[in-house]
C-alpha cells in the first residue's frame, strides 16, 4: 500500500513537473528567441526564424550587432534615462500612494468616500484622453532649477517623473490591501497615544511587504514601458528612455538582430527588478502573516 | 583716485569686450531632422551644419535628432506644446497639413535657385512654397534582362511603357514559366505611407485618384468612379489570380527578388544597389500605362520653416545653403536618393547619365505625380491604405471604394474643407 502511494506521490510530482516545466518553456522561449537571434547576422536570424534552429547559439555567433546597436543609438544613455525616471518614480508614488490608501482606509474625514469615487472613476481614462491636456498645462508650469525659474517642463526627467508619482489604481491597491489589516492593530496603537504618522511608518508599512513588492512592480513595467508621453515631452536626445530609443532601430531596411540585441539590454534591468522583488514578495507573505 | 581710474577703465574694457562677443556672436536657429538612427544621414547632416555655421557670423544651427518613425508625433506634440524649433524636415506629402494646421511658414527664398529641382522636391500649398527637398525618390519595376529575354518580353521605355496588356502578359508568362514564387511582388510586407506611395499611382494611371484634384473637396467620382473601380478589380485580380501575395513576409519583402522568389519586384531606387548587388543584370522598367499614362509618386523629406520661428530669415538662409549641388550630391552618394538637380546628378556615380541608376531621374522627370496636395491627405492616405488592403483581401470592390470615399469626404467636411 505504502508501495503505490509513494508511486502516486511520485506521479503526481512528475506530473507537476512536467506541466510546470511546458509552462516555463512557452515563457522563456521568447527571451532564449530574443537573445540567440542578438547574436546572428540577419540574413541567419530570419533562415532561423521558421525552425528550432531560433532557439540554438548556432551559426555565425557574434556580439557584432550589439557592437553595432551602440553606434546607432546612445543605448547607455537611454537605459540611464529609464532607469532613473522609473526607480524614482516607483519610490514618491510607493510613498504617495500608501499615504493616501492610509488616509482614505484609517483616517476618519469628510468627503473621503466621495473623493475615493473620483480617484477611482480616474480608472476609465485611457491615457490618451489626457496626454494632450497634460502636455498644454506642463509646457507652460513653472519649475525652480538651477537655473532659477523657469517656465515649462519639457525636456527634463521631472516632467517625466511628477504626472505618474500619484494614479487610481495604486492608491486603489493600498486601500485594498489596507482593508485587509487587522483594525484591533491600529486601535491598540491609538489607545497607546500613537500619532497616524507613527502607525503609518511603525505598523502599517512593514506589514506591506506583499503590497508595496506588487504596487512597485506594477509601477515598474508602466514606467519602464512609457512611449507616448516621454515621446511628447523630450525634443532632446539627452532626455529620451528605451521605448522611444527603439524607435532608433526601425528604419526603412530593419536590421532586426540590432533589434534583438537593444531588447536584450533594455530588458535586463525589468528581469532583474522582478526577481530581485519576486524574492522580496514571498519572504514578506511569510513573515507579515497575522493569526487571529 | 588711481583706484577709480583703474574701476572705470577696468569697466569701460569689460562694456567693450561684451559688445564686440555680443556683435560677433551668432544667433541660434533650432532644427529638428528625422534621421536619428541612421549613422549615415546623420553625417551628412551634420557636415552640412558645420559648414553652414563656419560660412558666416549671424547663424548657428543646432541640431536635434528624431528617429524617423516617431518624427511626426513629435512635430504635432511639439506645435501643441508651443515649442517648434526654427527649421524643421517634413515628409513632402505631409507638409499641407503642417502648412494648414499653422505649424510652418512659408519659405522665402530666391526661387531661381530651385528652378531646375525634380518637380517633386518642391513642397507647394496655397500657391506658397513652403517646403524644398535635396532628393526624391522613385519607384520602378525592378527585373532582370535574362528574365525579360527568357520570357520573350519587350524591354518597355518611359516613352514606350509596357501597355495594360503587355503588363498583364508578362506576368502571365512569368507564372505560366513557373520558375518563381510569385510573378509580382508588390511590397505587400510594407504597410503605412508604402501603400498610397506606391499603389495610389497605379490608380492615377487608370484614371482615378484619391481625392478630386480639380477641388479637394470631395472623392466622390475619383475612388469610387468608372475608372477607380476598374483599377479595384485588377488589384483584387493581381492577388486572385495569383500574380502576387495579398500578404507578404517581411523578410520576403527585403530579400526575396535576391533569393528569386519573384520576377518581377515593384520597389524603389533607394534598394536599387541591392538588387543590382545580386543580379548584375537587373533593369529598372518604368511603371505600365494602365490607361492614363504611366504614374509613379513623387516627394520626399523637404525642409522647411516652422511659423513660430523668430528668425525665418536665418532658416531660410540655411535652407538656401543646403541647395547646393555638392550637398545635394553627398545625399545621394550617402542614402541613395536621387538628387534634386541634373547638375548634382552629374556629380553622382550611380545617377549620372550611363549611371546604373540614371534611369530613376528620368521616371520622376517624366512619370512623377505628387500625391494629394490637401492638408486631408494625412487621413486619406489611412483610408486609401485600409481600402487596398481590404480589397487585396477579397473585400468587394465597389462597396470598399464607395465606403472610403464617403469617410474621406466625411473627414472634408468636418475640416471645414481644409482650406480649399
Known amino acids: ?292 | 583716485m588711481k583706484l577709480f581710474k583703474f574701476a572705470a577703465s577696468a569697466a569701460i574694457m569689460a562694456w567693450a569686450a561684451a559688445g564686440a562677443s555680443a556683435a560677433l556672436a551668432q544667433t541660434t536657429l533650432s532644427m529638428w531632422y528625422h534621421g536619428a538612427g541612421n549613422e549615415v544621414e546623420l553625417k551628412l547632416i551634420n557636415e552640412l551644419i558645420t559648414d553652414f555655421n563656419a560660412s558666416q557670423t549671424d547663424w548657428k544651427v543646432e541640431l536635434q535628432s528624431f528617429p524617423q518613425a516617431a518624427y511626426n508625433d513629435s512635430v504635432v506634440a511639439g506645435a501643441l506644446a508651443g515649442n517648434l524649433p526654427d527649421i524643421l524636415d517634413v515628409d513632402g506629402p505631409n507638409m499641407p497639413n503642417w502648412a494648414w494646421a499653422g505649424y510652418m511658414q512659408p519659405l522665402v527664398i530666391d526661387e531661381t535657385k530651385i528652378a531646375n529641382f525634380l518637380p517633386g522636391t518642391k513642397g507647394v500649398w496655397d500657391g506658397k512654397l513652403y517646403s524644398i527637398g535635396l532628393w526624391d525618390a522613385a519607384v520602378a519595376l525592378v527585373t532582370r534582362q535574362s528574365t525579360l529575354d527568357e520570357l520573350g518580353l519587350r524591354k518597355p521605355t518611359v516613352d514606350a511603357p509596357w501597355t495594360k496588356d503587355e503588363f498583364m502578359a508578362a506576368l502571365d508568362a512569368a507564372k505560366a514559366a513557373g520558375k518563381w514564387e510569385f510573378p509580382l511582388d508588390l511590397g505587400m510586407a510594407w504597410t503605412g505611407e508604402w501603400y498610397p506611395y506606391a499603389f495610389s499611382p497605379f490608380l492615377q494611371s487608370f484614371g482615378g485618384d484619391i481625392v478630386d484634384r480639380t477641388t479637394y473637396k470631395t472623392a466622390e467620382g475619383a475612388l469610387n468612379g468608372d475608372a477607380a473601380m476598374a483599377f479595384g478589380e485588377w488589384w483584387q485580380g493581381l492577388f486572385k489570380n495569383g500574380y502576387a501575395q495579398a500578404t507578404q513576409d517581411p523578410a520576403d519583402r527585403d530579400g526575396g527578388f535576391a533569393a528569386g522568389k519573384y520576377a518581377f519586384s515593384w520597389n524603389g531606387n533607394w534598394a536599387a544597389l541591392g538588387a543590382l548587388a545580386a543580379f548584375p543584370d537587373t533593369v529598372f522598367l518604368p511603371a505600365p500605362d494602365l490607361g492614363a499614362g504611366p504614374k509613379i509618386g513623387a516627394a520626399s523629406w523637404q525642409f522647411g520653416v516652422s511659423a513660430t520661428s523668430k528668425n525665418p530669415q536665418g532658416a531660410a538662409a540655411f535652407i538656401e545653403f543646403a541647395l547646393q549641388d555638392k550637398y545635394l550630391a553627398a545625399f545621394s552618394n550617402g542614402i541613395g536618393l536621387i538628387p534634386a538637380t541634373p547638375t548634382a546628378a552629374e556629380m553622382v556615380d550611380n545617377y549620372k547619365a550611363g549611371g546604373p541608376l540614371s534611369v530613376f531621374v528620368e521616371y520622376s522627370a517624366k512619370t512623377a505625380l505628387v500625391r494629394p496636395v490637401t492638408p486631408g491627405y494625412v487621413v486619406q492616405a489611412k483610408v486609401f491604405e485600409k481600402a487596398l488592403a481590404d480589397i487585396a483581401n477579397g473585400a468587394d470592390v465597389a462597396a470598399t471604394l464607395d465606403a472610403a470615399a464617403d469617410e474621406i469626404n466625411a473627414d472634408i467636411e468636418k475640416n471645414g474643407g481644409y482650406g480649399h
Open chain 1, 1 to 292: 500500500m505504502a508501495l503505490i502511494s509513494a508511486d502516486n506521490r511520485g506521479l503526481r510530482l512528475a506530473t507537476r513537473y512536467a506541466v510546470l516545466g511546458l509552462i516555463a518553456v512557452i515563457f522563456v522561449f521568447p527571451l532564449v528567441f530574443m537573445v540567440m537571434s542578438s547574436l546572428k547576422p540577419d540574413q541567419q536570424l530570419l533562415q532561423d526564424s521558421g525552425n528550432l534552429r531560433a532557439f540554438l547559439p548556432v551559426g555565425d555567433i557574434s556580439l557584432d550587432n550589439y557592437t553595432a546597436a551602440f553606434q546607432r543609438a546612445p543605448v547607455a544613455t537611454f537605459v540611464f534615462n529609464s532607469v532613473l525616471v522609473t526607480g524614482v518614480t516607483v519610490l514618491l508614488s510607493l510613498l504617495i500612494c500608501s499615504a493616501a490608501g492610509f488616509a482614505f482606509v484609517f483616517v476618519n474625514w469628510k468627503g473621503r468616500g466621495v473623493l475615493l469615487s473620483i480617484l477611482l472613476a480616474t480608472l476609465i481614462l485611457p491615457f490618451e484622453t489626457i496626454a494632450i491636456p497634460m502636455l498644454l498645462m506642463v509646457a507652460h508650469l513653472p519649475w525652480i532649477g538651477t537655473e532659477g525659474i523657469t517656465w515649462g517642463w519639457l525636456n527634463s526627467y521631472h516632467v517625466q517623473i511628477i504626472p505618474f508619482v500619484a494614479d487610481g489604481l495604486t492608491v486603489f491597491l493600498f486601500v485594498q490591501y489596507f482593508k485587509d489589516l487587522p483594525g484591533e492593530l491600529i486601535e491598540a496603537a491609538r489607545v497607546e497615544g500613537a500619532s497616524w504618522g507613527q502607525i503609518y511608518r511603525r505598523i502599517v508599512m512593514p506589514l506591506s511587504g506583499p503590497i508595496l513588492a506588487t504596487a512597485a512592480i506594477l509601477k515598474f513595467l508602466v514606467m519602464y514601458n512609457q512611449y507616448l508621453w516621454p515621446l511628447m515631452v523630450t525634443q532632446e536626445e539627452g532626455y529620451r528612455p528605451v521605448m522611444v530609443g527603439l524607435q532608433y532601430f526601425f528604419q526603412l531596411n530593419v536590421a532586426w538582430g540590432e533589434v534583438m540585441a537593444y531588447l536584450s539590454m533594455i530588458t535586463v534591468p525589468v528581469l532583474a527588478f522582478y526577481l530581485y522583488l519576486q524574492k522580496a514578495f514571498i519572504a514578506s507573505i511569510a513573515s507579515t502573516g497575522v493569526k487571529g
